[in-house]
């Protein structure tokens, strides 16, 4: 399809105008296409702004997708990402089926894959908000990751952490999940009440 091609069917399909700029296509403002029968988005796009494609019946996102601002494909049947997706501000996959996330991704606010198929993160994986992945299948956390706020593990089949796992600004919570030892410097942190009534009999 040529850009004009491209163009006309995205504002077939949302109502909204897409721009064609120096090889790249552009959308400009947060954009909503929650519910929209929108099926694919073309290679190199560029969003300034948030991007919510949640109850599309997109399957899987372009080639140099860049979104500035937030990304949410809660709902929608996407099972795995580009390498080269760049998030400004937090991704949402909630209730998909996705199974990993790329190695190399990066999203510079939160993920959010809580509810998913998802059952491995990559190594090193860096975010400068939360991680999110409760109820998901997912049995071990990788080496050499950072995380600036929280991680949630609720209601999953871990067992252990890294022991590596030191760099958290926030919250590690573990209600629910299946965790049984945990590494020296988390066993020396002041935990909230809940958590470590649910840690007791887990790791007697």
């Not at 209601?155 to 030191?166: A, G, H």
Request: with cysteine; net charge positive.
């Amino acid at each position: 399809m040529t850009p004009k091609d491209i163009i006309r069917k995205f504002k077939k399909e949302t109502g909204n105008d897409l721009l064609f700029e120096d090889g790249e296509f552009l959308l400009i403002n947060p954009m909503s296409f929650s519910g929209l029968p929108i099926s694919s988005l073309p290679d190199n796009l560029r969003v300034e702004g948030n991007l919510s494609l949640n109850n599309c019946p997109i399957s899987s996102l372009p080639k140099k997708l860049r979104v500035a601002g937030s990304l949410s494909l809660t709902k929608t049947q996407i099972t795995s990402l580009p390498k080269d997706l760049i998030v400004g501000e937090d991704l949402h996959l909630r209730y998909t089926p996705i199974k990993s996330l790329p190695k190399g991704l990066k999203v510079h606010g939160s993920i959010d894959a809580s509810s998913t198929q998802l059952s491995s993160l990559p190594e090193g994986l860096k975010l400068g908000g939360y991680l999110n992945v409760s109820n998901t299948p997912i049995t071990q956390l990788p080496n050499k990751m950072k995380i600036k706020y929280d991680i949630i593990l609720r209601n999953t089949p871990i067992i252990s952490l890294p022991d590596d796992l030191t760099k958290i600004g926030g919250d590690l919570m573990l209600g629910y999940s299946s965790i049984k030892s945990l590494p020296v410097w988390k066993l020396m942190e002041v935990l909230n009440s809940r958590t470590l009534q649910s840690l007791h009999s887990q790791l007697d």
